[in-house]
Structures are given as C-alpha cells and as structure tokens.
T-cell receptor, first 114, second 111 residues
Framework: KQEVTQIPAALSVPEGENLVLNCSFT??????LQWFRQDPGKGLTSLLL?????REQTSGRLNASLDKSSGRSTLYIAASQPGDSATYLC?????????????FGKGTHLIIQP | NAGVTQTPKFQVLKTGQSMTLQCAQD?????MYWYRQDPGMGLRLIYY???????DKGEVPNGYNVSRLNKREFSLRLESAAPSQTSVYFC??????????FGPGTRLTVL
C-alpha cells in the first residue's frame, strides 16, 4: 500500500526566506505527483503537477522536483511571503491508470512571520 | 467554468439521520472521487468512479453509498449517520494526464 510522508509537519520562518518542503512515498510506481495548498477552513488548490517522466515543474516562486527512483519530491518556495502561510499537501497517483484516486500526505503547516 | 461544485457547504445531522452530498463537474472529466478529511488522518478516499456507470470502494467506504448519476454528477449518501462520520467531505474530478480538481468541501457534523 502506498504511503506518503511529509516532513516537517510544521514550519515557521520569517518573511523573505527560501524554504523547502519534503515529500516521500514508498512505492515508486507512480503516475504523477501533485502539490496542493489548503488555507484554513477551505478547499484544496492545485499548485503543481509533475508527471512521472518529468523531473521538475515551476510556477512563479514555486518549484517542485521529483526523483521517482528514490521516492522523493520537494517543493521549493522562494522569497516567502506572509500570504504563503497555509498547509501544503503532497499527493501521488499510482500506475493503475490513476482512476483509483490520490494518496495524500498529512501536510506541512507553514507559517510565514511578517 | 464552475469547476467542481458541492452542496451543501455545511450540514448538522443527528445520529441515525440520512443525507446525500451532491457533487457536479463541468470539465467533462471521466473520473470522480469522494474523500474525507479528518485531523491527524489527512485525506482518505471513500469511493471513486472511473467512468460513467462504474463505482468502486476506496480506503474507507463503510457507512457510505455512491451514485454516478451521469458524467457530470457523483453523489455520496449516508444512510444512517454516526458521529464517526463527522468530517469535511471533498469531491474531486480527473482526466488522464491532468491534475485532480477539488470542490470547496462539505463540513458535516453528526451529533
């Protein structure tokens, strides 16, 4: 059974720092990996999608990398801002066509101090 | 495009009551999902529908039933609600090679 772990569970840093959130998964046979953001009491917003054949994706100040063979992904946030405060979730889809849903990590709760 | 919509946004039930959570997507996606999110447990898959006319159990299906009414709509039914079903419920949709899109969620409390 696929398991997804996110480290750290919580992180508090001053504004302006560059930071890295980590995600690991136990079964490297994945279809793709998706990073989400969730604000308190809200739904999930998709940030980046990395296909299994890709190594990284970038969107603005966000960069996500994928090393499928080692079962790891990182989300890099450059020049952090207070508006980046949220919970960040990593999720993978297995190679069963993907129709059987995402397996999620429990998230990293990020606080950016002004 | 509304994306994925869910109704209701909030609901309070008494133990033993029944209700149906509604979900619809306008992106012409084949696959639809129901997840629940609980503190300390993360998001877990309840049921999914790979295509119109098919449904399958996910990780935590007990106490729930689903109906894929058509390609757009996927409903989740609680026949006899229990306090353990207090949770936030998310519907999502997906098509191959793309990302999953989530609805805004339904916050359910069972007393």
């Amino acid at each position: 059974k696929q398991e997804v772990t996110q480290i750290p569970a919580a992180l508090s840093v001053p504004e302006g720092e560059n930071l890295v959130l980590n995600c690991s998964f136990t079964d490297s046979a994945i279809y793709n990996l998706q990073w989400f953001r969730q604000d308190p009491g809200k739904g999930l917003t998709s940030l980046l999608l990395i296909q299994s054949s890709q190594r990284e994706q970038t969107s603005g100040r966000l960069n996500a990398s994928l090393d499928k063979s080692s079962g790891r992904s990182t989300l890099y946030i450059a020049a952090s801002q207070p508006g980046d405060s949220a919970t960040y979730l990593c999720a993978v889809i297995g190679t069963g066509g993907g129709a059987d849903g995402l397996t999620f990590g429990k998230g990293t709760h990020l606080i950016i101090q002004p | 495009n509304a994306g994925v919509t869910q109704t209701p946004k909030f609901q309070v039930l008494k133990t033993g009551q029944s209700m149906t959570l509604q979900c619809a997507q306008d992106m012409n996606h084949n696959s639809m999902y129901w997840y629940r999110q609980d503190p300390g447990m993360g998001l877990r898959l309840i049921y999914y529908s790979a295509s119109e006319g098919t449904t399958d159990k996910g990780e935590v299906p007990n106490g729930y039933n689903v109906s894929r009414l058509n390609k757009r709509e996927f409903s989740l039914r609680l026949e006899s609600a229990a306090p353990s079903q207090t949770s936030v419920y998310f519907c999502a949709s997906w098509v191959y090679y793309n990302e999953q899109f989530f609805g805004p969620g339904t916050r359910l409390t069972v007393l």
